[in-house]
């Protein structure tokens, strides 16, 4: 019966120092573990935003030439000054269309009195009725010739169509024009538009009406315009789609050809990998990197990641983790590659 009783104390004693091995082993761990926070990696779906780079456009900016030839005489006012509808702003010298018109004047007087001359003889029946009407069509004819001078004289003045700000001036006084030629650029700039471009792509991402955030940086500020117009037709080399966004210029401060840059808001919303900012640490070259936790070993790796936009205080991550990751975000700074830690959530 002894014998019996011997070999299977011996069996306790092996379990029971074993037991008291794993468990001190466990206790061990436990107690040279770094505690850390963990967290799992998950997804949320934001809404993603579109930056691009535009320029600055007048909301109607206009190109004004003389409608006729001539040495310029006379030219209002200066760059960025502003101008009014129907201000006078440039004039050519005169002399020959005045001469031109009252030239027209003598001759219409002329074609008048032989029609007046011809109408008494064709009431007494002595000329044809066919001298008659010439009579008449020469009338017509020197009023249509007085009239046409006369617009010709009108038009060595030129008046601004819009209220604007005179952004360029192409020649000066003394300078010879002809017909067409660009002399003044006025813009209206009370709003402006910022012309920016688009892959096709993104184009579905935006829609007519929508705000949008314009940071112009030569004034240091943001204003909050809305999209206008979304072109139809890619541009043939860049393969882009042309947007433009109203912006109001209280104080004509936005001036034409200034560069903006242009936040759009996505209405779609898309699935994406974001984490607390605490997280991410960066190494001595600026790269970003995380610690993955190897729940089977109670360790901690490094993660190199890339980072996307910053989103409700967490920061999106394009690259390097997957959902169900876990990861540390808390107590990450005593962590080296392969530290054992303890966690909590």
């Known amino acids: 019966m002894a014998q019996i009783k011997f070999p299977f104390l011996l069996f306790f004693a092996v379990t029971l120092v074993a037991c008291n091995s794993r468990q001190a ?19 949320s779906r934001i809404a993603t935003p579109l930056t691009v780079s535009g320029n600055v456009e007048g909301s109607r900016t206009v190109r004004l030439g ?23 702003v440039a004039r050519l010298d005169s002399v020959d269309y005045r001469i031109a018109k009252n030239i027209a004047d003598v001759q219409l007087r002329e074609a008048q009195d032989e029609y007046n001359r011809l109408k008494l003889m064709h009431k007494r029946k002595s000329i044809s009725e066919s001298d008659f009407k010439k009579g008449g069509f020469a009338v017509q004819k020197a009023r249509n010739q007085q009239r046409l001078r006369a617009k010709k004289l009108a038009d060595t003045q030129l008046y601004s169509p819009i209220d604007g700000v005179l952004l360029k001036k192409r020649m000066e006084v003394g300078e010879i024009t002809s017909q ?14 910022v012309s920016a471009y688009l892959p ?7 829609q ?8 112009i940086s030569s004034l240091d500020s943001t204003l909050t315009g809305k999209i206008t117009e979304i ?24 001036r034409p050809g200034m560069i903006a840059e242009v936040q759009l808001i996505s ?26 936790v190897d729940t089977n070993k109670d360790k901690a790796f490094k993660r190199k990641v890339e980072l996307g936009q910053l989103v409700n205080n967490k920061v999106e991550i394009t690259t390097g983790l997957s959902e169900g990751e876990i990861i540390v975000t808390g107590g990450q700074q005593k962590l080296t590659e392969g530290s054992s830690i303890t966690s909590s959530k």
Request: aromatic share 4%; charged share 20%; net charge negative.
């Open 25 to 43: 082993e466990e206790q061990s761990k436990s107690s040279t573990g770094i505690p850390v926070i963990t967290q799992k990696v998950t997804t």
């Open 66 to 88: 003389f409608m006729v030839g001539g040495r310029i005489d006379y030219i209002g006012p200066k760059e960025g000054e502003q101008i009014h509808k129907g201000e006078l």
């Open 231 to 254: 072109g139809s037709v890619a541009d043939s080399q860049s393969r882009t789609f042309t947007i433009k966004i109203e912006l109001n210029n209280p104080g004509n401060l936005i």
């Open 200 to 206: 096709g792509s993104d184009l579905r991402k935006i």
């Open 267 to 292: 209405p779609e919303k898309q699935a994406v990998i974001t984490i607390p900012t605490e997280a991410v640490m960066h190494d001595i070259d600026d790269q970003a990197y995380v610690y993955i």
């Open 208 to 215: 007519l009406g929508q705000n949008a955030d314009v940071s």
């Open 180 to 193: 067409g030629n660009p002399v003044l650029v006025i813009s209206d700039i009370g709003k402006v538009n």
